[in-house]
């Protein structure tokens, strides 16, 4: 029914877009950020923060602020909407909006596994885990012992069981096949995220089907080059890029033989929207891609909230924020390790 | 009013706002606190501020404000301990006792880390005493269903067993001997966890538990009534005792571990009923022993916390006006020799006295060998408005501030707000006995004021208590209103005298054929009683009442237009005179003030004549002869003179202005060369406020012309639309008093006429709600609402422009109301 949302999209989802709008509009501007990467102290940035919506939120932290504070109580501040958004949606908002949340919870599952493995304490990891991610069992993860066992003890009743059935193995834990479960999951969970969006049809799913695609292919990319090296075979490594994107199906073929950094630059080069991204690039450097992704993902974003009646500014938003708390994690690093040369390296401007 | 101008001439209080004046004060650094301290004790100063382009760390006193900061912190968590104390902060008077704020900063600390040592202690203390209970009701409870549990599980275990050797015994029948041997001794070593766990996660806990061991378990889960402390959380949660019996080390592990994972707190557990009693003994023995160390603990904390309840208000109060002085004084630049700090603030021109003899003890208190300088600057930035309002015409000025605030100086309708706005609300809410009503609610109001404003309200409540004044006046003005449409709950009175008229005979049987008599003179206030209730009464009230509205709403609109010409010579604007004041002033009266003179007219003769034939007819065929509708002499001539100026006002208003400007633009840009030597000396402050002033500069006609075009139209349908629009309220009237008689008659005299109690009881509370939920309550609303549009709309855009700024000046009374 595209183009017919605006007669019905409002009755229940006016409110909740109303919200997210204004939200978005308590977003840091470049002015915000100039402010911020002035400051001195992270006492400085606090006195800032004091001014913006994080004001409440800080205010009755003591004075010696330590980085992991600012960042906590600002993804306080971003479960906390997320929760108040959560409590007022219906369906399909309210399945939507849990969707957003299952990145996080694969990460959560990843972390505790690989931390357990590594003999941490459980208690230490999970404070850790981001918060949108958490779920009532979390910590039972530590008793597992394989695949099998992790899925049967505890992810069996999460939303992430059905993507589980493709990496049900026996096999103990370890650190890389861990990180395969992430990525299997993480396809698993991208691919039912692309079909749940299509299925609402509408502005969402062109809208949606536009960022989960950039999101896929930032993965293939990514997999492919943190792969280089290492002993994923080829068809493995295939195996883990998601069903859908631009770069969907050819794309693919051509990542998956790659074997250094330039080629998956001649792969990706093919593909007009990111043959901006990899132009800003020297050759044979990586380092700054991740960047370079961020940008133009907040871009693409940001572009959500230009059209209205769909579900894509939730996730628009999500993302957003995720991004500001990230870059307030490095300046106040930046900040606090007196490296504030390097302020500009890793933050990404959203508007 | 009139010509006035300046701070030469009597004060113009609410007609005009305050003169306001730009000053600068150089403060001498080391007297800057004292100063802003005594200058924000005045309250007359917006100081503006000089450090935009800074941010709030860059500023000169971003150090302070942190301080400041912190201490609000402290406070803050001294109020949210008091609360969980239940001490609340005393409200005694705060009497101004000179607290130094670094002696203060210092006490605060000194408290803050006492009081937070004395919580950890209570805390660690506390967090035992909580297992101590935990373990206590894990004892009792779990003693009670032990040995069943146990035995309960031994025979499942050994089912299972049994189960296993079924299933193992078609594959390998030969180890069955084995196996019944090693049951025994696994029999033996069937071991248990006991503990708690919350109720919220025990079914979770117990699938988990389930899928982890297989189902090799054996749990047993006891509610506990009331809900008990979490020792880690320190929160009350509902739990549950739970005992697990396992089998095999591998099992234990994993169950401890789940055990971990879901926060359930695990308590050794002896199997034999005898240690069972003495452990409880114990563990009551260290409860009671902990008890009292506890107490003592709580009591040493609430005398800290009630020391600081006792002057936490003057606390708090002085790290309020602390932290404003000092982002007052972050807004003052910094002098280059960084001795002192120049300030620009507004200030109304009458205040200038007080802030010199504030000036002045504010150096000679601190000792400052320099005073500060006080100088007044000259700016073509706009001043801020500034109404010195008191409480009862600060809700009228709130009812014009709310549709815009004034521009600086011009005329403020909120003067004529004062009496109109009620007026307008009382002609369409005209009902005596509603008036009382509202008026004894409204006293409630003002007699409990200072109680009531010490305190806070609802929503609902403190607009009401806001308003009590414009309520007061609309409730006196209905109450007039009222006596004039001679209603009182729709009845009607002859309080002033008998009824002019009277049946021709003592039956009355031709009352309502032919009519009545009249006997006596007329009626000496309002409307005669005897037209109540009579068929011709409602088009008798219709015809009075729209005829009123048109005069009022003529009246009140040339009240604007007559601003207009005030504004207009007070501002010295002579174009607006002749080209706006003057065509108005001729169309509006020459139509419709030329209608209310032939109300008035057909009033005094009572004649026949239609008035709608006379006006529309007007402008249809003014050369007709009038017949039967003329109303006095030459009145045909008139009219056509009437039309004639009314046509030629309107390209009055149109035409010159525009052309007239963009010649007085073109002489001054012929002039600018010659004038320009002349200005230099003002360059310098002109050139500090570039951002505003040159409004002048720029002259596009085609705008000038294009804006003229469309506030001519405004105004000549305008004029037809808003005399229109006064016809609201005749209508609301009218809803008024036949809603009221419906419930009167409808309801209370239905109720009446069936002579039975119940009935009458239940018909006079129904008219009591009806009356006021729908007559006070709603029609208050609508009456209030279209009185409000009234001024907004039909009032204030005859001349009122309300693109002002509010003054805000830094002042103590107002940070008191706010909190932060």
Known sequence: MYGFEAMTFNIHGGYLEAIVRGHRAGLFTAADYNNLCQCETLDDIKMHLSATEYGPYLQNEPSPLHTTTIVEKCTLKLVDEYKHMLCQATEPLSTFLEYITYGHMIDNVVLIVTGTLHERDVQELLEKCHPLGMFDSIATLAVAQNMRELYRLVLVDTPLAPYFSECITSEDLDDMNIEIMRNTLYKAYLEDFYKFCQKLGGATAEIMSDLLAFEADRRAVNITINSIGTELTRDDRRKLYSNFGLLYPYGHEELAVCEDIDQVRGAMEKYPPYQSIFSKLSYGESQMLDKAFYEEEVKRLCLAFEQQFHYGVFFAYMRLREQEIRNLMWISECVAQNQKSRVHDSVVFIF | ?820
């Open chain 2, 1 to 820: 009013m009139g010509d006035t101008r300046g701070g030469c001439c009597p004060p113009m209080d609410l007609f005009r706002s305050e003169t306001m004046q730009l000053v600068q004060l150089i403060i001498p650094m080391e007297s800057a606190r004292l100063t802003v301290y005594y200058l924000g004790k005045l309250g007359l100063l917006q100081f503006k501020d000089l450090n935009s382009d800074k941010s709030p760390f860059q500023r000169t006193y971003a150090g302070q404000i942190k301080k400041c900061g912190e201490m609000a912190r402290t406070l803050r968590f001294f109020k949210e301990q008091m609360l969980k104390a239940g001490v609340s902060p005393s409200a005694k008077s705060v009497e101004e006792t000179e607290i130094d704020v670094d002696d203060l900063e210092v006490k605060l600390a000194e408290l803050e880390a006492e009081l937070t040592e004395m919580n950890a202690n209570g805390e660690k203390l506390q967090r035992s005493y909580n297992e101590l209970v935990e373990y206590k009701i894990v004892l009792r409870k779990a003693g009670d269903f032990f040995p069943s549990a146990q035995h309960s599980a031994t025979a499942r275990q050994r089912e299972m067993e049994l189960n296993q050797m079924v299933e193992e015994s078609i594959e390998t029948p030969l180890l069955q001997e084995q196996g019944t041997s090693t049951d025994l001794s696994k029999q033996v070593k069937l071991g248990f966890v006991t503990g708690l766990v919350s109720r919220g996660k025990s079914m979770a806990f117990e699938r988990i538990l389930f899928r982890a061991t297989r189902g090799n378990v054996f749990l047993e889960q006891v509610p506990i009534e009331a809900p008990i402390t979490d020792p880690v959380s320190g929160e009350k949660m509902e739990k549950n005792v739970f005992m697990v019996f396992y089998s095999g080390e591998r099992a234990k592990n994993k169950i401890l571990k789940i055990c971990d994972a879901f926060g359930a707190n695990r308590y050794p557990f002896a199997e034999d009923c005898g240690k069972q009693a003495l452990m409880i003994s114990e563990v009551s023995g260290k409860i009671s022993e902990l008890k009292s160390t506890i107490d003592a603990g709580l009591l040493h904390r609430d005398h800290l916390l009630r020391t600081i309840s006792d002057q936490f208000e003057q606390w708090n109060l002085k790290v309020k006006k602390e932290k404003s002085i000092h982002h007052t004084l972050n807004m003052l630049s910094l002098d280059v020799t960084k001795k002192c700090l120049v300030a620009e603030a507004w200030s109304p021109v009458f205040a200038t006295k007080q802030i010199q003899d504030v000036l002045q003890r504010a150096s000679v208190d601190s000792n400052s060998q320099v005073g500060a300088i006080f100088q007044v600057l000259h700016t073509r930035e706009s001043p801020p408005t500034y109404f010195r309002t008191n409480k009862f015409t600060s809700a009228f000025q709130e009812i014009v501030d709310a549709y815009g605030v004034a521009k600086y100086q011009e005329a403020n309708p909120g003067v004529y707000t004062i009496v109109t706005f009620p007026f307008l609300f009382a002609v369409m809410f005209g009902d005596w006995g509603h008036g009382i009503c509202l008026l004894l609610a409204t006293l409630f109001f003002i007699i409990r004021e200072k109680k009531l404003s010490s305190q806070k309200l609802g929503d609902i409540t403190e607009m009401t208590f806001g308003g009590r004044y414009v309520i007061m006046m609309m409730s006196l003005f209905s109450i007039y209103t009222g006596f004039i449409y001679n209603e009182c709950f729709s009845v009607a009175f002859d309080l002033f005298a008998p009824s002019a008229y009277a049946c021709r005979d003592l039956s009355c049987r031709d009352a309502y054929s032919i009519g009545l008599i009249k006997v006596r003179d007329t009626y000496p206030f309002g409307v005669d009683p005897a037209w109540h209730g009579t068929r011709s009464e409602l088009p008798f009230l219709n015809s009075l009442k729209m005829k009123m509205s048109i005069l009022l709403g003529v009246a009140q609109m040339n009240l604007g237009i007559l601003l207009s010409y005030s504004n207009a010579t007070f501002f010295g604007n002579s174009l607006n005179i002749w080209f706006q004041f003057i065509p108005q002033m001729i169309f509006l009266n020459s139509l419709f003030g030329y209608l209310s003179l032939l109300i008035i007219v057909k009033w005094c003769t009572g004649s026949q004549a239609d008035l709608y034939h006379i006006m529309i007819y007007m402008f249809l065929s003014p050369t007709d002869e009038l017949g039967d509708n003329q109303l006095f002499p030459y009145q045909k001539t008139v009219q056509l003179v009437l039309l004639l100026l009314a046509l030629v006002s309107v390209p009055w208003m149109l035409l010159p202005k525009p052309f007239l400007l963009k010649k007085r633009h073109e002489n001054r840009h012929q002039g600018q060369s010659y004038t320009q030597v002349q200005g230099t000396d003002d360059a310098l402050s002109e050139a500090k406020h570039d951002s505003h002033g040159h409004g002048h500069e720029e002259f596009e006609f085609s705008e000038v012309f294009v804006h003229q075009l469309i506030h001519t139209i405004e105004f000549v349908l305008g004029a037809v639309s808003n005399t229109a629009s006064y016809l609201r309220l005749w209508a609301l009237s009218l809803a008024h008093s036949q809603l009221s008689i419906v419930f009167y008659e409808k309801v209370l005299l239905l109720a009446w006429g069936y002579n039975n109690m119940v009935i009458l009881v239940v018909g006079i509370i129904i008219f009591i709600f009806a009356t006021v939920g729908v007559l006070l309550i709603m029609e208050t609303l609508s009456a209030f609402l279209h009185a409000l549009r009234l001024h907004w709309v039909e009032f204030q855009n005859k001349f009122y422009e309300g693109d002002g700024y509010k003054f805000y000046p830094f002042s103590f009374i107002l940070i008191d109301d706010e909190d932060y």
